[in-house]
């Protein structure tokens, strides 16, 4: 009876200090997905205002129109070099996300971070269409496993983190907390235990937290 009592008194302290771990992790996932998130907002930010200032500047010039088409052809040949580098980078990311979670594919998150931003802001500056959902998404979910990566954690630390990760780079990217949280859970975790539910929430009000103090209360989407 008191070997009995011993294991579960032991059990409960592992779990207790598991627990308490993985809150701590989201929270320094939170962090990093927030920072790499506002970067890559920043970036996509000066990618749009070169976009729209190489539009005037050619405007109704035709040598300068040759000129830039060259350059969109050069931006096409790095963008399409860099999917051949990290194939995993084309789309939105969320599909990736969500494939890696059920172990289909195995990404290599430090070039999904470099490339990923980098032909994200040269899309931008080529005039493309591209949106930073699920762009940040897929990067701060990149910060989680590679956190996960970096410190050796099991697999199931590494899905808690990869959540985090995504809540904190979709929270980031719009001021949206409860958004992110709501998002990585039904989507990209399908699972709202306690423990799933109180971390990423540290990791999401840790990433709009820091959004916030970057860019202000100022809203992501401005309709006069």
């Given at each position: 009876?008191?070997?009995?009592?011993?294991?579960?008194?032991?059990?409960?302290?592992?779990?207790?200090?598991?627990?308490?771990?993985?809150?701590?992790?989201?929270?320094?996932?939170?962090?990093?997905?927030?920072?790499?998130?506002?970067?890559?907002?920043?970036?996509?930010?000066?990618?749009?205002?070169?976009?729209?200032?190489?539009?005037?500047?050619?405007?109704?010039?035709?040598?300068?129109?040759?000129?830039?088409?060259?350059?969109?052809?050069?931006?096409?040949?790095?963008?399409?070099?860099?999917?051949?580098?990290?194939?995993?980078?084309?789309?939105?990311?969320?599909?990736?996300?969500?494939?890696?979670?059920?172990?289909?594919?195995?990404?290599?998150?430090?070039?999904?971070?470099?490339?990923?931003?980098?032909?994200?802001?040269?899309?931008?500056?080529?005039?493309?269409?591209?949106?930073?959902?699920?762009?940040?998404?897929?990067?701060?979910a990149m910060i989680g496993k590679g956190l996960a990566s970096v410190f050796k954690r099991m697999k199931l630390e590494?899905?808690?983190?990869?959540?985090?990760?995504?809540?904190?780079?979709?929270?980031?990217?719009?001021?949206?907390?409860?958004?992110?949280?709501?998002?990585?859970?039904?989507?990209?975790?399908?699972?709202?235990?306690?423990?799933?539910?109180?971390?990423?929430?540290?990791?999401?009000?840790?990433?709009?937290?820091?959004?916030?103090?970057?860019?202000?209360?100022?809203?992501?989407?401005?309709?006069?």
């Amino acid at each position: 009876m008191e070997r009995k009592e011993f294991s579960i008194a032991r059990f409960l302290s592992s779990k207790s200090r598991f627990d308490n771990i993985v809150l701590l992790e989201g929270f320094i996932v939170g962090i990093l997905a927030g920072v790499v998130a506002v970067i890559y907002r920043l970036m996509l930010s000066y990618g749009e205002k070169i976009a729209y200032f190489v539009v005037g500047y050619i405007k109704n010039n035709t040598l300068h129109l040759c000129l830039w088409i060259i350059c969109v052809l050069l931006i096409g040949f790095i963008i399409s070099r860099l999917l051949k580098y990290e194939s995993y980078i084309s789309g939105s990311g969320i599909p990736q996300v969500e494939a890696e979670m059920i172990d289909q594919i195995d990404e290599k998150w430090y070039r999904v971070i470099l490339a990923k931003m980098v032909a994200g802001t040269l899309s931008i500056v080529g005039g493309l269409s591209l949106g930073r959902e699920g762009p940040s998404i897929q990067l701060g979910a990149m910060i989680g496993k590679g956190l996960a990566s970096v410190f050796k954690r099991m697999k199931l630390e590494e899905k808690y983190l990869l959540t985090c990760g995504a809540a904190a780079g979709l929270s980031a990217a719009f001021n949206a907390p409860l958004a992110g949280v709501l998002f990585a859970l039904e989507e990209i975790h399908k699972n709202f235990s306690p423990l799933a539910l109180v971390t990423v929430m540290v990791a999401s009000l840790t990433g709009d937290f820091i959004s916030k103090n970057i860019f202000g209360m100022t809203p992501s989407l401005y309709f006069p």
